[in-house]
């Protein structure tokens, strides 16, 4: 059974930091692309960032270039988003997702608010 769990999102305050982790099972973590994806209020769900196997190759959405770093853990099966310079349009249900050819999985999401 494959599971993809977010964790470390939270309510932080413009200009803060956070550190979104997914802990990956059931599948051979090392053979899948890795992204984050988002969906805020009212918006259709976006893809933030996808990093790929080796962990080289990393593509990033214009509106968090230079804010955000995707990486990945291997040995650990999780991906990671570190978030800095958070702005209120940053809030959003988080999702991890894993894909493989026609293979592909989600997480639940985590929610993280930016907000003062």
């Known amino acids: 059974q494959v599971q993809l769990v977010e964790s470390g999102g939270g309510l932080v305050q413009p200009g803060g930091s956070l550190r979104l982790s997914c802990a990956a099972s059931g599948i051979t973590f090392s053979d899948y692309a890795m992204s984050w994806y988002r969906q805020g209020p009212g918006k259709e769900r976006e893809l933030v960032a996808t990093?790929?196997?080796?962990?080289?190759?990393?593509n990033y959405a214009d509106s968090v270039k230079g804010r955000f770093t995707i990486s990945r853990d291997n040995a650990k099966n999780t991906v990671y988003l570190q978030m800095n310079t958070l702005k209120p349009e940053d809030t959003a249900v988080y999702y991890c997702n894993a894909r493989l050819s026609y293979m592909e999985y989600w997480g639940k999401g985590t929610l993280v608010t930016v907000s003062s």
């Open positions: 990093i790929w196997r080796a962990g080289v190759s990393r």
